[in-house]
């Protein structure tokens, strides 16, 4: 057996290869940094643990973890359900059901800038479209990003327009759900709804736990789309766009590469986390 | 064939209306945002941000396409991300799943805790190893090159590892453990039986490093520095400047052109995730 | 099929290599220089051909090489720098000259600018050259002086029978207002009009200084933020968006940019920079859109001094060139150059560049004349990205949203805030 072991060793290596060369001595090195005081532009003063002792007492840094784990807890099943119904719906080969795939994946493909410059538009108070459909219905909408509780309600409507994202992976899984099992329980006497809960969602929950684990990593590190739209109240003050700016409009990097850990700290607990329930629910061969 | 085309009927006529009226409605929300952006890449520049919102433009021009293919070579910017996205392609789609293989059928020692580790650095944030990286590569000579951005996709990609890992951990046994009996060696087993297995994933994979590369501004601004080797990504923040104003209308047909690459591969794809379909099971 | 097509790929990749791999021929060719830009699309091509000019006359003593860095500017700058791989060269704004200075990574370039033949500090506006000094040294050469005027639409000022400003008018802020309130509401071409519109722009410093006080002194140290008089310049602030003189902050982006709004003839009074192309923009326009554009300076201090906020950036030189002649001698060849590029040119007696690169603003020369003797720019201190971080969240986004918000409280504890902060870097 010690020949499989050695087997699969070898199949890894390029991976391992690529961590020792790649990301080790950067990680290391951004360890480093987050002991220091560093300007990235001079020279780096070691400081110790300043840096993690002052992130506890920074109100801007509490404010954007909580900004962060509100919108984390509240999308990541947001979006699961979401992408699983859509997947679910578009996943039969009926006529036309091609071009739905493409359209409900579609919004995945535009870069995180473009986004958040088209929905600056869709989200506007006084024209937007969605205030526009409203004004329609006779109902004045709200002033979205510019309202501070409106900021959340914003960046969740953002999320499940882009949830078609993980289409791919519950359509590539859905695929995989031997036919037999649906005619058999068909013969049973099952309904679309048992169907779904006795066969399709346990077939799925490897791909589930999937994006569950990859959707609380992209929720945790959310950037790009609120560092061009932020928020008012500072609700839109995601953590990434807290230690970014710290790193490049502050030149602190040494802060900023210490926030980093602790929420690479954050995630890996919540990753372990979800990785031990994994045995409960995630079926296996 | 007939099998399915039978169970649909048995769907019924109202079910299938409802789910298609349902799935248009759901269309337009996705697609209004791209219509948005087709329309204002046509309209005048005084009708960008006219009031009340016009979803057709009232006089359709071509200026903001012209203007934008002045301004930035966009052709020669594909071609670029293009040349950067094949080679990285090839080694994280073909990498990854070799490694995928490793950490889903052997157990060796080590293994949880390897995976683990790979998990782990999908979660250090790209910002705070940027600068380390790339004062190695800046002192190796390698800053304006695309060889910081290609090479290492050769080690694989971790969420690609992590996906198809567990897509082989879907593939029964059977097929395999009829292979070993065989006593066939394990790269032919996972070419032989795994790779097509896994078609759909491996496409979908693909499908995303391609998108990645096609759509990473900052890796591609920070290892770039010479405007031949600009790439999509480049061209496109070259419409808005820090102290200037934003060119609306050609930066959203620039966006546009940029979309169709995507958009035809993306249809080009489609295919490959209606083969999917599994024997219909070894069991026994 | 599949053969040829894998070796179409694999040739691709071949050639994309080498064309991706940077061949590294200039390395450190004493007389190179990389000079780094934020300009991109087309104000590039503009760059690229004043540094092709520049190239040609120092007929090969030495050569410039651009580096246009189209977005996130400051990231790349300071990446590069960290690596040791800095610019030679590089543009940077006001805020960030005493910051950079004081990390070290500009050469301090007092020397060679004192002794020049051609470009010396004296033949620039002092309110344009205090931007680039820190700590008695000068640490790059500034290349633009952008004041700020106030741009209004004659037109709409005819038909409402409103009064217009002359161009050199010395008007206070609350005859400023005074206009805004005869304007602000009514109807104008099927659409509700303000009189001006403030959202974010102009900064804060505009209403600072409009009181007669400042943020930070001019000794470059003390903050003097909560001064009576900040208090009473801010209170204009607040009287515009009480009595929704400008459109609601919410609102603005409806438009896209606030520039957008004066253009469409929906503001009466837009303070803008000098450089601001209006002109070319209603040129283009339809007949029936067109207006026309009448200049004013900004209304005086309370204490009846005339002044403007003047957005300037300078060039400066990476630390490695310290002390370098040659070095030197490109970055004023290029900054001379950039006198005849960019509006308005900062040194004193060179106005007729502005018609020369922009005749359109000929109707404004008589403002522009006026207003360069008493424009300047800001004094910063390195830590003004934290300062400025309070004095938008805390203050002004504050006041923008909700007219009642108290200011006054406010701007004592960032002068609070900023002391402390400014007192812990003089104790390291």
């Given at each position: 057996m010690k020949k499989r072991q050695r087997a699969g060793f070898c199949f890894i290596l390029p991976w391992l290869i690529g961590l020792i060369v790649f990301t080790a001595i950067p990680m290391l090195a951004a360890a480093y940094i987050s002991l220091t005081d560093w300007d990235i532009v001079g020279n780096a003063k070691f400081?110790?643990?300043?840096?993690?002792?002052?992130?506890?007492?920074?109100?801007?840094?509490?404010?954007?973890?909580?900004?962060?784990?509100?919108?984390?807890?509240?999308?990541?099943?947001?979006?699961?359900?979401?992408?699983?119904?859509?997947?679910?719906?578009?996943?039969?080969?009926?006529?036309?059901?091609?071009?739905?795939?493409?359209?409900?994946?579609?919004?995945?493909?535009?870069?995180?800038?473009?986004?958040?410059?088209?929905?600056?538009?869709?989200?506007?108070?006084?024209?937007?479209?969605?205030?526009?459909?409203?004004?329609?219905?006779?109902?004045?909408?709200?002033?979205?990003?510019?309202?501070?509780?409106?900021?959340?309600?914003?960046?969740?409507?953002?999320?499940?327009?882009g949830a078609g994202g993980s289409l791919l992976t519950y359509l590539a899984a859905l695929k995989d759900i031997p036919q037999d099992l649906y005619d058999a329980a068909m013969i049973d006497g099952a309904n679309t709804w048992k169907k779904v809960k006795y066969i399709t969602i346990p077939l799925m929950t490897p791909i589930i736990f999937y994006n569950l684990v990859l959707g609380i990593i992209a929720a945790f590190r959310k950037f790009t789309d609120a560092y061009v739209l932020g928020g008012a109240g500072k609700e839109g003050n995601f953590y990434m766009v807290y230690l970014y700016e710290e790193a490049f409009s502050h030149y602190r990097m040494g802060y900023a590469t210490a926030l980093a850990w602790i929420l690479f700290a954050i995630i890996l607990l919540l990753t372990i986390i979800v990785n031990w329930t994994k045995k409960y629910w995630v079926y296996s061969e | 064939m007939k099998k399915s085309k039978k169970l649909g009927k048995r769907m019924g006529r109202s079910r299938m209306i409802a789910l298609y009226v349902v799935l248009t409605l759901g269309s337009v929300m996705m697609l209004l945002p791209f219509i948005w952006m087709v329309s204002t890449s046509f309209k005048v520049e005084n009708d960008i941000f006219s009031i009340p919102i016009n979803w057709i433009p009232r006089k359709i021009t071509f200026d903001n396409y012209i203007k934008a293919l002045k301004v930035v070579p966009i052709a020669k910017n594909m071609l670029n991300t293009v040349i950067i996205a094949v080679p990285k392609i090839l080694g994280e789609v073909f990498v990854s799943a070799l490694v995928a293989f490793g950490f889903a059928r052997f157990e060796f020692k080590g293994r949880n805790l390897l995976f683990m580790i790979l998990l782990a650095t999908m979660m250090l944030p790209y910002e705070v190893t940027m600068i380390p990286t790339f004062m190695i590569w800046s002192h190796l000579g390698l800053s304006d090159s695309y060889v910081p951005l290609v090479l290492p996709a050769f080690c694989g990609s971790a969420s690609f590892i992590f996906f198809m890992r567990m897509y082989f951990e879907t593939i029964p046994k059977d097929y395999e453990e009829a292979a070993w009996l065989d006593g066939a060696k394990n790269l032919k087993v996972f070419y032989m039986i795994f790779i097509p297995m896994a078609k759909p994933a491996l496409v979908t994979i693909s499908l995303w490093s391609f998108m990645g590369t096609w759509n990473d501004l900052l890796g591609q601004l920070i290892y770039i520095d010479s405007q031949e080797k600009y790439t999509v990504q480049l061209a496109l923040a070259s419409f808005s400047s820090m102290t200037g104003e934003t060119l609306w209308g050609p930066l959203m047909a620039a966006s546009c052109m940029a979309l169709i690459p995507i958009i035809a591969l993306l249809l080009y794809a489609q295919k490959y995730f209606m083969e999917g379909i599994k024997l219909g099971g070894i069991k026994g | 099929m599949k053969r040829s097509i894998i070796l179409c790929i694999l040739l691709l990749i071949v050639l994309g290599m080498f064309n991706g791999c940077?061949?590294?021929?200039?390395?450190?060719?004493?007389?190179?220089?990389?000079?780094?830009?934020?300009?991109?699309?087309?104000?590039?091509?503009?760059?690229?051909?004043?540094?092709?000019?520049?190239?040609?006359?120092?007929?090969?003593?030495?050569?410039?090489?651009?580096?246009?860095?189209?977005?996130?500017?400051?990231?790349?700058?300071?990446?590069?720098?960290?690596?040791?791989?800095?610019?030679?060269?590089?543009?940077?704004?006001?805020?960030?000259?005493?910051?950079?200075?004081?990390?070290?990574?500009?050469?301090?370039?007092?020397?060679?600018?004192?002794?020049?033949?051609?470009?010396?500090?004296?033949?620039?506006?002092?309110?344009?050259?205090?931007?680039?000094?820190?700590?008695?040294?000068?640490?790059?050469?500034?290349?633009?002086?952008?004041?700020?005027?106030?741009?209004?639409?004659?037109?709409?000022?005819?038909?409402?029978?409103?009064?217009?400003?002359?161009?050199?008018?010395?008007?206070?802020?609350?005859?400023?207002?005074?206009?805004?309130?005869?304007?602000?509401?009514?109807?104008?071409?099927?659409?509700?009009?303000?009189?001006?519109?403030?959202?974010?722009?102009?900064?804060?410093?505009?209403?600072?200084?409009?009181?007669?006080?400042?943020i930070i002194a001019k000794d470059g140290e003390s903050i003097i933020l909560a001064s009576e008089e900040a208090k009473k310049g801010m209170s204009y602030l607040q009287t515009i968006i009480e009595e929704g003189l400008s459109p609601r902050y919410a609102e603005v982006a409806s438009l896209g940019d606030n520039n957008v709004w004066f253009e469409k003839q929906r503001v009466a009074m837009f303070f803008g920079g000098v450089q601001d192309n209006f002109e070319t923009k209603v040129d283009k326009m339809d007949e029936s859109v067109k207006f026309e554009i009448g200049y004013a300076p900004m209304?005086?201090?309370?204490?009846?001094?005339?002044?403007?906020?003047?957005?300037?950036?300078?060039?400066?030189?990476?630390?490695?060139?310290?002390?370098?002649?040659?070095?030197?001698?490109?970055?004023?060849?290029?900054?001379?150059?950039?006198?005849?590029?960019?509006?308005?040119?900062?040194?004193?007696?060179?106005?007729?560049?502005?018609?020369?690169?922009?005749?359109?603003?000929?109707?404004?020369?008589?403002?522009?004349?006026?207003?360069?003797?008493?424009?300047?720019?800001?004094?910063?201190?390195?830590?003004?990205?934290?300062?400025?971080?309070?004095?938008?969240?805390?203050?002004?986004?504050?006041?923008?949203n909700d007219a009642s918000f108290d200011y006054r409280s406010q701007m004592d504890e960032i002068q609070a805030y900023s002391h402390d902060l400014i007192s812990k870097r003089k104790s390291k």
């Open positions: 400081v110790g643990l300043d840096n993690f002792i002052y992130v506890f007492r920074s109100e801007d840094f509490i404010k954007s973890l909580w900004v962060t784990v509100r919108y984390a807890v509240l999308a990541v099943p947001l979006i699961i359900a979401t992408s699983l119904t859509m997947a679910v719906m578009v996943s039969k080969n009926y006529k036309g059901m091609r071009i739905f795939r493409v359209i409900y994946y579609m919004p995945a493909i535009v870069s995180g800038v473009a986004v958040a410059i088209v929905f600056k538009w869709i989200l506007d108070p006084s024209y937007g479209l969605i205030n526009g459909v409203l004004a329609f219905f006779h109902i004045k909408g709200p002033d979205w990003l510019y309202d501070p509780n409106w900021v959340l309600p914003s960046y969740l409507i953002m999320a499940i327009w | - | 940077s061949k590294k021929t200039n390395s450190k060719d004493k007389n190179t220089f990389t000079f780094a830009t934020w300009a991109a699309g087309t104000e590039l091509e503009e760059f690229q051909a004043v540094i092709d000019k520049v190239n040609e006359e120092a007929a090969g003593e030495f050569k410039i090489n651009v580096l246009s860095i189209p977005s996130d500017y400051y990231v790349k700058i300071s990446t590069k720098i960290a690596a040791k791989n800095s610019p030679d060269f590089f543009w940077l704004t006001q805020e960030l000259i005493s910051k950079y200075a004081k990390m070290g990574a500009l050469a301090d370039i007092t020397e060679q600018f004192k002794q020049s033949d051609s470009l010396t500090p004296d033949m620039y506006y002092e309110g344009v050259l205090a931007s680039a000094e820190y700590n008695g040294s000068y640490w790059g050469l500034p290349w633009i002086a952008n004041p700020i005027i106030v741009y209004y639409n004659k037109t709409m000022f005819d038909a409402l029978g409103v009064e217009c400003p002359s161009a050199t008018d010395d008007w206070t802020w609350e005859e400023f207002i005074d206009i805004c309130r005869q304007i602000s509401g009514r109807e104008y071409r099927g659409n509700t009009v303000y009189g001006t519109i403030i959202d974010g722009w102009p900064n804060i410093e505009t209403f600072i200084w409009a009181g007669g006080g400042d209304p005086v201090c309370d204490d009846g001094s005339p002044w403007s906020f003047d957005w300037t950036a300078s060039t400066v030189m990476a630390k490695s060139l310290e002390g370098n002649d040659l070095a030197y001698k490109a970055l004023e060849a290029v900054t001379k150059a950039f006198f005849e590029w960019k509006i308005v040119p900062p040194v004193k007696g060179s106005l007729n560049n502005v018609l020369e690169i922009n005749p359109k603003k000929e109707a404004a020369m008589e403002t522009i004349a006026y207003i360069m003797d008493y424009a300047r720019s800001a004094n910063y201190v390195p830590e003004w990205s934290d300062i400025n971080d309070k004095l938008w969240y805390n203050l002004y986004v504050s006041l923008l």
